[in-house]
């Protein structure tokens, strides 16, 4: 059995505890430090890349020194550290911050209301490139926080041809908040097939997960706000 590991970042000592004893008491998971501000977290992840290394950090946003934000912005432009998958913790998941945490790389949030069991299920889907958002995130809530006034204008739409028609109708659904169980239902295709596109589109892009293809689905104008 993998074992995930988990790096706690929170300002807050008795918050990092309770997931510490959450986390460690789960068998397919376990801590492997923590961080009081961003500072410490981003050191951290450096450090342990030259060990077992970080598959998931938990990211609160606000911190002092350096907050979640920016440690996001240096943690997934590091090559060395590109195979850490951010999952920013928020005290209101309709926080304002989201949306460019989730531009500055991260691969989703979560809101710190979530059961126990929401919090474990996030940290393994997010391990696996597999999800992007809470349980409770809606197709609105995506496409209010990617058409923020601060996202970046259309890029680059050439950037798609490197995609199969196909891809392109995934990539899009994906982008939608459709799951690929949603999307084989609506293109008629396997959800295993559908999965096999999602990984190709990736991989094409140079997405890190499947948070990124969303992203890179609005900035090159695939689908649009309000899309649905």
Known sequence: MTTVRVLLADDQALLRGTFRMLIDSTPDMEVVGEAANGREAVDLATALAAGSGVDVLLMDIRMPDLDGLAATRLICADE???????????TFEFDEYVAEALRA???GFLGKGMRPEELLDAVRTVAAGDSLLSPT???SLITRFLSQPERPAAA????????TPRERDVMGLVALGLSN??????????????KTHVNRAMAKL?????AQLVVAAYQCGLVRPGTG
């Open 80 to 90: 060395k550290l590109a195979g850490v998958r951010v999952l920013i913790l928020t």
């Open 105 to 107: 790389g991260a691969s």
């Open 137 to 139: 995130a809606t197709r």
């Open 156 to 163: 680059d739409p050439g950037r798609l041809d490197v995609l």
């Open 181 to 194: 169980d949603e999307i084989a239902v609506r293109l008629f295709l396997s959800p295993l097939t559908v």
């Open 206 to 210: 140079g997405a890190r997960d499947r």
